[in-house]
């Protein structure tokens, strides 16, 4: 048989590997076919970079966490919606308060926004380093929740649920409400024993007496097996009093045999540091946050936060010596007033009483 010629050698060649790469390009497209999924895919709402990994779920979460919490595996947590994620609304005002504050610019390098749906999440990304995509299938969260309807008991009793996680995944975490501005870095006035404390409606005097009112909206908790079994309990008591949100339900398991059982060390913020429209802080040389609570309305809330910050503005703006002696306090409530939501609270205190009872 002659030999081959150099030609023909380098077609059968390239015969054969245009054959090799058909059968791999068919095999590929079957595998699509058959629902077979990508080596990759990317998690909702985030894109590939070098800072923004293609993971999701727990592991995405994890990784937000880790680099955002300080030396202790500490992290402050905030949850957002579309409604309050829009230009000039909260978010800006609650990241505002950082940059104004005294002490408190680098804890935003430790602030972690929880969007609760995909606008929210996009806002977040443009003006937050630290954000995560909790969105909920079949739950929209973008509107603004007014208090106590279906979607507020919703949106409430999710975020109870979502902290059990974190605290399983072994982070201790400060939760604040957005519409908490940040004056002062608080942890030092923070309690050192405490599994779980938390700010207050109305402060009666004592860090340890459980009558104190406390308000959901701003909380310092320490990751163990105590303070998980109670955030369980807590979410597992919305099905005994599935009406009431979050804050009602816990001031009546407060006063439950379970929560001395586990042997939870409970303490509650006193409003000189930790303040609210409810119950201002009246020394602006103490405070720490200020909190629009005992507010209905987005509207009213918005306009009694700005004042608010003009009111630190002004007091940040004295010298020192003149800091020490002023009389300046709080120009609000004006908008905002605790008469609004007076005929929410009733049902609440009525089960209190009667769980004392």
């Not at 208090?147 to 974190?166: A, E, G, Q």
């Not at 200020?290 to 007091?315: E, F, P, T, V």
Request: hydrophobic content about 40%.
């Amino acid at each position: 048989m002659p030999p081959e010629q150099p030609g023909a050698l380098v077609l059968r060649r390239f015969l054969l590997l245009a054959a090799v790469s058909l059968s791999f390009l068919v095999l590929f497209r079957a595998s699509d076919s058959l629902g077979f999924p990508p080596r990759f895919s990317f998690p909702s709402g985030s894109s590939a970079s070098d800072d923004s990994p293609l993971v999701s779920g727990e592991n995405r979460l994890e990784k937000v966490l880790k680099d955002a919490a300080m030396g202790d595996g500490t992290v402050i947590l905030t949850t957002l919606n579309e409604a309050w994620a829009a230009p000039n609304s909260v978010i800006d005002l609650f990241l505002e308060s950082f940059r104004l504050g005294d002490g408190t610019l680098r804890l935003l390098n430790h602030l972690v926004i929880i969007a609760l749906d995909q606008k929210a999440f996009a806002r977040c990304l443009v003006v937050h380093t630290h954000c995560f995509s909790l969105v909920s299938e079949g739950v929209d969260f973008h509107r603004e929740a007014y208090f106590m309807t279906p979607d507020y008991l919703k949106m409430m009793w999710r975020r109870i649920d979502f902290l059990r996680s974190v605290l399983e995944m072994g982070y201790n975490f400060v939760f604040t409400d957005a519409d908490v501005m940040w004056f002062r870095d608080p942890f030092p006035q923070f309690y050192l024993d405490a599994d779980f404390q938390i700010a207050c409606d109305h402060f009666i005097g004592s860090s340890d007496d459980v009558q104190n009112r406390p308000n959901g909206g701003f909380n310092y908790v320490k990751s163990n097996n105590r303070s998980i079994e109670f955030y369980k309990f807590w979410y597992s008591s919305h099905e005994t009093y599935p009406e009431y949100h979050d804050q009602d339900v816990l001031n009546i398991i407060k006063f439950d045999s379970f929560v001395t059982d586990i042997g939870l060390k409970m303490k509650f913020l006193d409003t000189a540091y930790f303040g609210g429209l409810c119950e201002p802080s009246k020394d602006l040389n103490l405070v720490c946050t200020m909190h629009a609570n005992c507010c209905y309305g987005l509207d009213s809330k918005l306009h009694d936060l700005r004042i608010m910050l003009q009111d630190w503005k002004q007091y940040m703006s004295l010298p020192p010596s003149l800091k020490r002696v002023s009389i300046l306090s709080w120009t609000v409530p004006q908008n905002c007033s605790l008469d609004s939501l007076q005929h929410y609270d009733s049902p609440g205190k009525d089960l209190q009483e009667e769980w004392q009872d």
